[in-house]
């Protein structure tokens, strides 16, 4: 599928940890010939520069949220000035609601079209997948407990900010990987 067959030029792809996002955003942008946005790669790239900031966002990183302001500044740019002419692949982005509003305000603004893939599976699958990948010692039961509290009480009015905006189409994570894939070009094509 060519850059020009999806008329979407921003994916934002959302859900709770261990829904797959990572790995649907490669099959994404490798199918489409898009960017990849990840705000986790990015702030690891700011936690390992030696510098104030980057101490900083490196013993906060450990909990997985990073800070409101570095989230709204490294999206922003991403979609100002990084990816402003081609198409990208957003993970775990717009994960607060100010950010949501930001993000959507932004693409109307310019009039970028965007959708936001909501990848849902259930918890209890969710921390199964997570305690089995046991990524860097982060993924333990304290840390996903806090990554599904913050989700709940955060990420969940994101996404009806973006349902209310008409923008949101949800897929089932808890299914093999192709036809999550499959079930997303769907969307993206539509």
Request: hydrophobic share 40%; glycine share 6%.
């Amino acid at each position: 599928m060519a850059l020009n067959q999806s008329k979407y030029r921003s994916i934002v792809l959302i859900g709770q940890a261990g829904t797959g996002k990572g790995t649907q955003a490669k099959k994404i942008a490798d199918e489409l010939g898009f960017e990849i946005f990840s705000m986790g790669d990015k702030a690891r790239e700011y936690a390992a520069k030696d510098s104030a900031l980057g101490q900083h966002i490196a013993a906060i990183h450990l909990t997985g949220w990073i800070p409101e302001w570095l989230a709204s500044y490294l999206m922003t740019k991403a979609i100002l000035e990084d990816y402003i002419d081609g198409g990208v692949v957003y993970e775990s982005v717009a994960r607060k609601p100010e950010e949501a509003q930001k993000f959507h305000e932004i693409h109307t603004a310019i009039k970028r079209p965007y959708v936001v893939v909501y990848l849902q599976a259930p918890e209890n699958v969710l921390v199964d997948r997570m305690l089995k990948r046991q990524r860097e010692g982060y993924d333990n039961p304290e840390n996903i407990q806090k990554r599904f509290d913050a989700f709940k009480n955060e990420t969940m009015l994101s996404i009806d900010y973006f349902n209310k905006q008409g923008v949101l189409s949800e897929i089932n994570a808890d299914q093999a990987v192709e036809q999550v894939f499959a079930d997303i070009m769907k969307v993206l094509k539509g």
